[in-house]
């Protein structure tokens, strides 16, 4: 069956609200300081908007239509989409239909969450009953050595280096320095990424995302009406989504886009060399490395020659993650899952400031997420244009 197309759907303002490392509000404050912040960036009234997406893990035990009457808003479609890493993918593919098929006229697609001193820790407890039950005898859990175990099979596998990961990070953290709502604003030289403490082996700090408060969002709406309110916008042209892919691998070393990334391209009628820059979901770097070779930026394995074979500033060979990535922005719960999306629409539409790619016309995001112990379930990307 051939799959319909984005035709007449547009992507817009672009919004992050600014991190913050600890905070004592809730998750609703974050979200509801973002769609404020979409109403006021596009002159829309609250009444206007009467689709609405949620991702968030600190919302709990509120989920998107309890939201809705802490925002005063009256939706006509709603979704919850608890999808972590993949969620902005998710959110942007099922807005788009809901706007194609006329079931909504304006959606918000919003993500974030709060960070309090504990909450992380209480997070980790309770996000899977399938992780807690498998990492009960070990004694410890989270993500650090699950992406601990993945790291070291990919370095003993394909000839990494702790220097490859450093140079996404040094560069990663460039780009973070010319983006005003990064947490990070110190420069990372290679000798202070290596040197950094081990957090668990082999994975360093700088290895490893940051928790905070914040959130993000951009509105879906048809193009004609995005034109008659003079916004600036992209385009979709190709998405896709797998969840659980590849379950008999006994150690995750690809993921969804490995399967689907064929169909992404041919939607778009475009190749992985037409990009312009990619947004690429950045928890721990060897996730970024799976991403670039599934979705074929090069073959399966060569993920550490690549990176030496580049470099990923805004203005450099292959612009990558130009906001600086979970990994120097910080990571505010699922609002890292539209973190990559949301830059994307800056770049292709000319406000990502100093640094925005020369020419951008064409980007791709991908996202990653709900690590389930040993393995991301779920993936999903797309295929923006100006």
């Given amino acids: 069956m051939t799959r319909q197309g984005y035709e007449g759907v547009a992507v817009a303002v672009p919004v992050t609200v600014p991190y913050v490392r600890y905070s004592i509000r809730s998750a609703h404050w974050w979200l509801a300081r973002c769609l404020s912040s979409l109403l006021k960036d596009s002159g829309l009234k609250k009444s ?3 689709g609405l997406t949620i991702s968030s893990f600190t919302l709990q035990p509120d989920t998107a239509i309890g939201l809705t009457q802490h925002l005063g808003i009256t939706p006509r479609w709603l979704d919850h989409i608890p999808l972590g890493g993949a969620s902005g993918v998710a959110a942007l593919r099922r807005a788009a239909r809901a706007v194609q098929a006329g079931d909504a006229s304006v959606v918000a697609c919003l993500a974030g969450d709060t960070n309090h001193v504990d ?13 807690r039950d ?9 993500p650090n050595a699950s992406f601990a175990f993945l790291t070291a099979h990919y370095m003993r596998s394909h000839g990494a280096t702790r220097e490859d990961f450093g140079k996404l990070c040094v560069a990663q953290r460039a780009n973070a320095l010319k983006f005003p709502h990064a947490l990070f604003k110190k420069p990372l030289s290679m000798e202070e990424y290596l040197a950094a403490r081990p957090i668990a082996d082999p994975l360093h700090l700088f290895d490893c995302v940051m928790p ?25 042209l190709g998405t896709i989504e797998r969840h659980n892919a590849f379950p008999d691998d006994p150690i995750q070393v690809r993921a969804g886009w490995a399967l689907d990334r064929d169909e992404l391209y041919a939607q778009a009628g475009a190749a992985p060399a037409d990009m312009d820059f990619v947004q690429a979901y ?22 550490p020659q690549f990176v030496r074979s580049h470099e990923f500033t805004h203005d450099g060979s292959f612009p990558l993650n130009t906001s600086g990535g979970q990994l120097s922005v910080g990571q505010a719960g699922a609002g890292g899952g539209f973190l990559g999306l949301v830059e ?15 020419d951008a016309k064409i980007g791709l995001v991908s ?7 040993d393995r991301g379930l779920g993936s999903g990307a797309a295929i923006l244009a100006s």
């Fill in 282 to 303: 950045d928890d721990y770097p060897v996730i970024t490395l799976m991403q670039l070779e599934d979705l074929g930026f090069c073959e399966k394995g060569a993920g």
């Fill in 344 to 358: 994307a629409i800056r770049q292709l539409t000319g406000q990502a400031g100093a640094r925005q790619v020369r």
């Fill in 48 to 50: 206007d908007v009467d």
């Fill in 367 to 373: 996202g990653f997420g709900m690590i389930n112990f």
């Fill in 212 to 236: 905070c408060a914040g959130a993000e969002g951009f509105l879906v709406l048809s193009e004609e009406k995005a034109k008659s309110l003079k916004m600036k916008y992209a385009r979709i």
């Fill in 134 to 142: 498998a990492v009960y005898p070990y004694g410890a859990g989270g």
């Fill in 119 to 131: 909450s992380f820790r209480l997070t980790l407890a309770n996000f899977s009953q399938f992780a």
